[in-house]
């Protein structure tokens, strides 16, 4: 796979991508965005600091917060990711017209959006809330 040819886990290609968007951010802010449980997280989190393309350290203002930064060495990497980001696009992608490709894009930034919404009405507990059917 792409990210393979970096070396580096497929599971660490959206935890990348998301940094070099929005650099400096707490692991659990991580692992919520993408929805992966904090030991997934912080599995990619280590490969990718192993790989030296992030770094962590801890939160100066509450020390059990860790916090994740992408280094000068990622920086220079991100137009490979982003390449890579972009191939796997056009894969997933073939045979589809630009029509077809941009309304199954919207489909499933929709998707994404109702996911959003219902994992924010799920409780503590990790239950989601009953509804009336």
Same mark, same amino acid.
């Given at each position: 796979? !792409?990210?393979? /040819?970096?070396?580096?886990?497929? =599971?660490?290609?959206?935890?990348?991508?998301?940094?070099?968007?929005h650099d400096d951010v707490s692991q659990e802010h991580l692992a919520d965005h993408l929805r992966v449980?904090?030991?997934t997280a912080a599995r990619a989190v280590a490969r990718l600091e192993e790989a030296g393309l992030i770094q962590?350290?801890?939160?100066? !203002?509450?020390? /059990?917060?860790?916090?994740?930064? =992408?280094?000068?060495?990622?920086?220079?990497?991100?137009?490979?990711?982003?390449?890579?980001?972009?191939?796997?696009?056009e894969l997933l992608l073939d045979g589809f017209s630009a029509e077809e490709a941009a309304d199954a894009l919207s489909f499933l930034e929709r998707m994404a959006d109702n996911a959003r919404r219902h994992w924010q009405d799920v409780d503590?507990?990790?239950?989601a809330p009953e509804q009336d059917r």
């Open positions: 796979m !792409e990210m393979e /040819r970096l070396g580096l886990p497929p =599971v660490a290609f959206p935890l990348i991508l998301r940094l070099l968007r449980d904090k030991g962590r350290s801890v939160d100066e !203002e509450d020390r /059990r917060i860790k916090r994740v930064r =992408v280094t000068e060495k990622g920086r220079e990497m991100a137009p490979q990711i982003r390449d890579a980001a972009g191939r796997w696009s503590t507990s990790g239950c």
